[in-house]
């Protein structure tokens, strides 16, 4: 078969929101041609995970919508499965009430408020629901929000292989040949899963499979580089074996499994609230010989600025200053005694509309732009890269809900939808 996990929550939240992907639908469209035309040579299932970004219902229809374009041009009819895994707030709700659902750190105890906050809420499925849509007969399958391992691991375990080389196996080729040496991940793996273990090596021959890069990516995305959690158990590589069978293929046995109680990750995306942003540039040599202490005063200054110029409460609104150059990204202050050669300071301004965020930043903007070290020294000018200075970003779209929900049934909240040959057909002449 072939199988690829498309989507993520590494690009934030907006896309399960919005339901949109972050992908434009001309690059989606020549993958999909690409993949649609391998399966109809070989008459191979193509399985495809977390479609359309996010995995929502909107996500799965607009894949659902560009597969069937191809189909409709290229005169395929194969048999679509969509499998749907986004959740009502309602629903959600009553788990909750039964004392079906836990958090994840760092995120606390889930309440109805949060749920209610939520414009869009998926659970993360495993491999069962795709087995179901091979039982059917499925030549496509277009799976809403999924693990990553599950989806390219879902073939095997249906076919009877053993569920820890499966499961590591779908570890391994989840971002393609980012495990080998073609390492920026734009290029497939072939996985050969048996009684034993499974073979990985680059579908690219220019590329190899080597016993550092494979072992070492139970590292990626993993708070544990030995076991990996997953819907219904536990991947534990503990005594995996590593061998170099050729020089672009590796060997791995050793893997194994163990069952735990069936739970499936929650994931909401809010949008109630509000951004705008400014950004300066910072040369000041006041500021670069003592960073932090300026960083205190300004965020100080601009706070008692926004509750003079509002009326507001101090946790009616947020401030938040980030120093590129100095702690920007890490939040961490580099090792004493260092100085920046300069400062990109951005601050976010975040409130319940788009209008009090711009105010508070309109009114904070003189002090953004010349706030001495200290009061009583002469005033500096910082260097505003755009002009106006307030930046506008509208919604902020953030993960509210980071739970897992535990089932009974690993299909319990999963919606399975068939499109036969003869609807895709219908579909394409239409």
Not at 293 to 300: E, K
Not at 367 to 392: A, N, V
């Amino acid at each position: 078969m072939i199988a690829l996990d498309a989507g993520s929550t590494d690009s934030g939240a907006a896309y399960l929101a919005t339901g949109t992907s972050k992908n434009d639908r001309g690059s989606v469209k020549k993958d999909l041609e690409l993949l649609m035309g391998a399966r109809q040579k070989a008459n191979i299932p193509l399985l495809i995970g977390t479609s359309g970004q996010a995995g929502g219902d909107l996500n799965v229809n607009w894949t659902r919508d560009i597969v069937l374009e191809i189909a409709r041009e290229k005169g395929h009819t194969p048999k679509i499965a969509l499998l749907y895994s986004e959740q009502e707030p309602k629903l959600i709700k009553q788990k909750l009430t039964e004392g079906g659902i836990s958090n994840l750190p760092p995120l606390g105890d889930l309440d109805e408020a949060t749920i209610d906050r939520c414009l869009h809420i998926v659970a993360l499925m495993g491999p069962e629901p795709y087995f179901a849509a091979l039982e059917a007969g499925a030549d496509i399958i277009i799976g809403g929000r999924s693990s990553d391992p599950a989806v390219i691991g879902a073939f095997a375990l249906w076919k009877g292989a053993p569920a820890g080389p499966s499961w590591h196996a779908g570890k391994i080729a989840e971002c393609g040949g980012q495990a080998t040496t073609a390492n920026t991940g734009q290029r497939g793996v072939l996985l050969e899963i048996d009684a034993d273990g499974f073979e990985v090596e680059p579908v690219d021959p220019r590329f190899k499979a080597t016993v550092e890069g494979i072992s070492g990516h139970l590292l990626y995305e993993n708070k544990n580089p030995w076991l990996l959690t997953e819907p219904g158990g536990e991947l534990d590589v503990t005594e995996c074996e590593y061998v170099q069978l050729t020089e672009s293929k590796v060997r791995v046995t050793g893997s194994t499994w163990v069952p735990r109680p069936y739970t499936m990750k929650l994931e909401g995306a809010s949008g109630d609230l509000f951004q705008t942003i400014m950004i300066v540039g910072i040369v000041d040599p006041d500021v670069l010989a003592e960073p932090a202490a300026f960083h205190d005063m300004m965020l100080a200054t601009l706070t008692e600025r926004a509750i003079s110029a509002t009326g507001l409460g101090r946790d009616d609104f947020g401030i938040s200053l980030r120093m590129y150059g100095w702690n920007g990204v890490s939040g961490m202050a580099p090792p004493p005694g260092s100085v920046p050669l300069e400062i990109g300071m951005m601050c976010v301004i975040t409130a319940r509309t788009q209008e009090l965020a711009s105010h508070i930043a309109k009114a904070c903007n003189p002090y953004f732009f010349h706030m001495p070290l200290r009061l009583g020294m002469e005033l500096p000018s910082y260097g505003w890269p755009f002009t106006p200075g307030e930046i506008d970003r509208g919604r902020v779209f953030q993960f509210v809900l980071n739970h897992v929900v535990s089932v009974d049934d690993p299909l319990e909240l999963v919606r399975i939808e068939m499109l036969d040959e003869l609807k895709v057909k219908v579909a394409a002449d239409a």
